[in-house]
């Protein structure tokens, strides 16, 4: 399926993430069936807690359209986005968010709330939830406890 | 009052946003009575709707403190943060925003709903509302009045 084809594309980008010690999540901007924005996180590397997949893929996608707005969008991206990915996502247009992971946490595309379909702002948009959401998750996982396992072994003698 | 001197300086850049045909909002983030970040708003001039005056005063910011995290910062803004910006605000750890002008379309501090003090997130806080609200409101109100007439002038033969 076409939707999973560009989240796999997502994959991509997360895995980069990790190989990089970045928690990894990945998003990619599709306009009319092309892939015009791709990044992942990249918060350790750059030192800023703003480098969030989803913002530097849209910025990626801003840089390549030359506009701030990408009206008719679709954003896919492995977790689903948090307050400021989320508010993001409204103030460049995005028609249409897919993402993989649901966030317990922080997530705002349904989970703890959702600013992207809240009537009162200037802009909303679709949400499709589970992409690979299997996938997604297991990359997230497998990270977090390699984390664990390697904070241990530095603890022990 | 020495928040109304950090406010002042935030109207300076909202000034600059204005020279520029910008949305005249600035912001600045402090840490120890020290400006650490400045910024204004200036979503025409990178075509990016992400660079928002309190985006680019963080991520000036975490530049200047090569850290992703302004624990025990303030950022003050002349205008209430929307999402994303309030997004941003607990992602970087700031301690407390401090705002000129409420914003009913938009603001995520307090006035649609209050994103910076939930407690569901791993970050609260603290919130002061109305330094210099009416100057902050006035740069604002001016903006949009000229543009208008602009606009007016245009369409006259």
Known sequence: MQKEIYMREAL????KAREKGEVPIGAVVVLNGEIIGRAHNLRETTKNAITHAEILAIQ???KNQDAWRLE???LY????PCPMC???ILLSRIAKVYYGA???KAGTAGTLMNLLQDSRFNHQCEIEPGI???ECGAILTSFFRDLRAKKKQQKEP
Not at 12 to 15: D, F, G, Q, S, Y
Not at 77 to 80: D, P, Q
């Open 12 to 15: 991509i980008e997360a895995e």
């Open 60 to 62: 990626d996608a801003c």
């Open 72 to 74: 008719g969008a679709e």
């Open 77 to 80: 991206v492995t977790l689903e």
């Open 86 to 88: 989320s508010g993001a």
């Open 102 to 104: 649901a966030d317990p």
């Open 132 to 134: 690979l959401a299997d």
